[in-house]
């Protein structure tokens, strides 16, 4: 499993986990999460997150945080890479606010493909 943390300001990171092959998943290949944390003085809170965890469904599905729970906001309408970073990125500036753009553009091209 390939894991790792990528600062987007001072409050916020992508922390994104690529698991390892497996069948089951047709498309990319393996199970993928990007979640998007804000870090707080004693612990790291949730703000939403991105996975192919549905093996029955290609594209993957984001998941924002509301009133604790992860509740399933929409899909991604795409299997191209690219356009599904760039529609996550509009994602997360919505949540985070349009002034962290250009930190959230540069944090979400640092993301590799799961296909790999």
Same mark, same amino acid.
């Given at each position: 499993?390939?894991?790792?943390?990528?600062?987007?300001?001072?409050?916020?990171?992508?922390? =994104?986990?690529?698991?390892?092959?497996?069948?089951?998943?047709?498309?990319?290949?393996?199970?993928?999460?990007?979640?998007?944390?804000?870090?707080?003085?004693?612990?790291?809170? =949730?703000?939403?997150?991105?996975?192919?965890?549905?093996?029955?469904?290609?594209?993957?599905?984001?998941?924002?945080?509301?009133?604790?729970?992860?509740?399933?906001?929409?899909?991604?309408?795409?299997?191209?890479?690219?356009? *599904?970073?760039?529609?996550?990125?509009? =994602? *997360?500036?919505?949540?985070?606010?349009?002034?962290?753009?250009?930190?959230?553009?540069?944090?979400?091209?640092?993301?590799?493909?799961?296909?790999?």
């Amino acid at each position: 499993m390939e894991r790792g943390c990528i600062p987007i300001t001072k409050d916020f990171e992508l922390e =994104y986990r690529y698991y390892d092959r497996d069948p089951g998943y047709k498309y990319f290949n393996r199970k993928f999460e990007i979640i998007v944390l804000e870090k707080k003085t004693l612990k790291k809170q =949730y703000v939403m997150h991105m996975d192919n965890a549905n093996t029955r469904q290609m594209m993957p599905r984001v998941y924002k945080a509301s009133s604790g729970n992860k509740k399933l906001d929409f899909g991604i309408s795409t299997l191209n890479w690219n356009d *599904i970073k760039t529609k996550f990125t509009d =994602y *997360i500036i919505t949540e985070l606010g349009e002034k962290k753009r250009e930190h959230v553009k540069r944090a979400v091209s640092k993301l590799s493909s799961p296909k790999l």
